[in-house]
């Protein structure tokens, strides 16, 4: 990802969820089996904004 993915703050110690308006949200590809919210997964570690 080239654009700044928006961590909230502290990512590190927050586990890296990122603020509403990320690119990261909502980016990543839909597997089956998995649970997300929003219309799609997001992209990196933790799915934000549930």
């Keep these: 990802m080239i654009?700044?993915?928006q961590w909230i703050?502290?990512?590190a110690?927050?586990?890296y969820?990122?603020?509403t308006g990320s690119p990261a949200r909502d980016r990543a590809?839909?597997?089956s089996g998995?649970?997300?919210c929003g219309?799609?997964?997001d992209l990196?570690?933790?799915e934000s904004g549930c």
């Design 3 to 5: 654009n700044n993915p």
């Design 9 to 11: 703050a502290n990512p």
């Design 13 to 15: 110690t927050n586990d």
């Design 17 to 19: 969820f990122t603020q």
């Design 29 to 31: 590809l839909i597997t």
């Design 34 to 36: 998995e649970s997300y």
């Design 39 to 41: 219309s799609a997964p």
């Design 44 to 46: 990196g570690f933790r």
